[in-house]
């Protein structure tokens, strides 16, 4: 199984991809890598992170099973769901393009406002409620069993985070385990 060289750095601290939600962009210690190759960023457009690829919601139909059916299987170094799966009524698909798209050892960072916050509640278009047990279910279910190489991920980070009690988040780092 291939391994990323900044895969370990960001296991090793787990906070430190959350600086790229904060400040827009890439974290120097990515940024200035330029072995790195793509690094997708799914949301919407207002949100951007320099130096990703944005992938714009609704422009991008993440509900589809194949949603990224033009990006080649184990192309992407990592990718960054910013406000996102919230939004799909099925993130699942999303989540096994996702898993074919990127290279093994690759990060997936993704953030999503926990389910019983009012961050979730308060916006109507909001679809699926996420905590923190959601990616342990996902990923260990027996009821998920079927699909199992649909989702080839082991969880690398899982914490609800906040600047308030009203805007609850639930920050995750899935790693892509081939």
């Known amino acids: 199984m291939e391994n990323l060289d900044y895969?370990?750095?960001v296991i090793d601290r787990p906070l430190a991809f959350f600086e790229m939600g904060m400040a827009r962009g890439l974290p120097e210690w990515i940024s200035s890598d330029d072995r790195l190759g793509t690094i997708l960023h799914l949301g919407p457009g207002a949100k951007n992170i320099i130096g990703t690829v944005p992938m714009e919601f609704p422009t991008w139909d993440f509900d589809k099973p194949?949603?990224?059916s033009e990006i080649p299987d184990n192309s992407c170094v990592g990718a960054i769901a910013t406000h996102l799966l919230e939004h799909l009524a099925d993130p699942r698909h999303l989540i096994r393009e996702v898993g074919r798209v990127l290279k093994d050892?690759?990060?997936f960072n993704i953030?999503?406002?926990h389910g019983k916050s009012d961050l979730f509640i308060q916006d109507l278009d909001h679809k699926t409620a996420f905590n923190l047990e959601t990616w342990k279910t996902l990923l260990?279910?027996?009821y998920y069993e079927k699909d199992k190489k649909g989702f080839p991920?082991?969880?690398g980070f899982n914490a609800i985070m906040g600047i308030t009690?009203?805007?609850v988040v639930v920050v995750t780092q899935l790693i892509k385990t081939g």
């Open 7 to 9: 895969c370990d750095d």
């Open 140 to 142: 260990s279910s027996e």
């Open 111 to 113: 953030i999503v406002p």
């Open 165 to 167: 009690e009203s805007n």
């Open 105 to 107: 050892g690759a990060p």
């Open 66 to 68: 194949e949603c990224l």
């Open 153 to 155: 991920f082991k969880l």
